[in-house]
């Protein structure tokens, strides 16, 4: 038996580079997305004035383009620095590899070449080595330090505020924010808010004809010439407009479907491969993430499903009676209850939506499903 590798090299392939339909590529322009990186620009231009520029928070649904426009600015501001006499560092902290506030400093000192271990220090000794940083360089210069802390809502409702409230209160510190969610403030208390006094910044859905675009660049530079049907990039795009303008699904949806096609020995990137990707990336995303669930939070989306299945408004007063009958007895308390649903949809797998009864009635949070029924029973009761 000869190396299976080299007879996998041989193959033929539609594809001349799949690292362009990755999310995580940066592209040398965005799309629709220029008035977004403007507004950063219009604050972080202090910095090259020698002062620390005010803190952003950007908001936007996942796949709207916020992490590559703040790896965009950062990349123009390194640019713009190179021949001024200023000192300014940019760095970037994904929140869910870097969850408490230890960890984010010592990882901001390995980045700025300062060696401290994930573990074993107190916080005092990472902190003072952190701030020793910024003392003047060899040509006298102060340091200004723009942290770029993304999926932020992660870091705070794991660890708490902390992490802010030792950047803001650090001299020529710069926050920017990234976050999903357009209330993740609730996890900050009023002392941080206070200091934090940020700029915000909404990043809009991308909608069908501006995914077009996006996926015209990105399959020009990875695909072959002519290999990919004239309805292949309006069917990801529409498809991924309802998906709330989501351009990571549209490109993955690209790429799988390549992929498919590849797998098939086809020539052609068809509308079937399309419709067969968003099988296979549905299926995958729900499969995995249902399967590692704790007890408890499978048998809350168990209530959802029943409820979802009768055709009934989701209230929580309805989902924790619903979820009482499933659980048999072994239940957790209703304000608990909160907290999965909070954690269901940021994982996508629910939504809620806040309605009001009217004059004198209040408000209801309804609760609704955001994944295919079918898909979620199967892979519900293979996990329970």
Avoid at 36 to 54: F, G
Avoid at 157 to 179: E, Q
Wanted: hydrophobic share 35%; with cysteine; net charge neutral.
């Amino acid at each position: 038996m000869g190396n299976m590798f080299d007879d996998l090299i041989g193959q033929r392939s539609i594809f001349k580079n799949k690292k362009f339909l990755d999310h995580k590529f940066l592209p040398e322009r965005l799309p629709h997305r220029k008035d977004q990186i403007k507004s950063i620009a219009k604050y972080w231009i202090e910095a090259l004035n020698n002062n620390a520029p005010s803190d952003i928070t950007i908001y936007g649904k996942t796949g709207t383009g916020k992490t590559a426009a703040a790896k965009f600015a950062m990349k123009q501001l390194k640019e713009a620095s190179g021949n001024k006499d200023v000192y300014i560092r940019t760095e970037y902290i994904r929140c869910t590899d870097y969850t408490t506030e230890y960890q984010v400093i010592a990882r901001l000192c390995q980045q700025m070449g300062r060696e401290v271990p994930y573990r074993g220090w107190t916080k005092a000794e990472v902190l003072n080595t952190f701030r020793n940083i910024f003392k003047k360089n060899a040509f006298g210069q102060n340091m200004i330090l723009i942290v770029v802390l993304d999926e932020i809502d992660i870091l705070l409702k794991k660890d708490g505020d902390g992490i802010l409230y030792t950047l803001t209160r650090t001299d020529n510190v710069s926050i920017l924010s990234i976050s999903n969610y357009v209330d993740f403030k609730k996890f900050i208390t009023p002392r941080v808010l206070s200091s934090l006094r940020d700029r915000e910044i909404v990043f809009p859905p991308y909608n069908a004809q501006q995914l077009i675009d996006i996926l015209e660049e990105r399959a020009n530079l990875s695909f072959n010439d002519d290999v990919v049907d004239d309805d292949v990039i309006p069917l990801c795009s529409a498809m991924a407009a309802k998906e709330e303008g989501d351009a990571r699904y549209a490109l993955d949806l690209l790429r799988t479907s390549g992929e498919i096609a590849d797998e098939n020995e086809e020539n052609v990137v068809k509308g079937t491969h399309v419709r067969h990707a968003k099988d296979r990336i549905e299926h995958n995303m729900v499969t995995d993430v249902i399967m590692t669930l704790p007890a408890q939070q499978q048998r809350v989306l168990e209530a959802i499903l029943k409820l979802t299945n009768s055709n009934e408004e989701i209230t929580s007063g309805k989902l924790y009676d619903a979820y009482k009958v499933v659980s048999k007895g072994d239940s957790v308390s209703y304000r608990r209850i909160f907290d999965f649903i909070n954690e269901l949809e940021m994982l996508g797998i629910i939504s809620t939506n806040t309605i009001s009864r009217g004059r004198g009635k209040g408000r209801t949070n309804i609760i609704s499903l955001q994944c295919d029924t079918g898909l979620l029973e199967d892979t519900l009761y293979t996990a329970m």
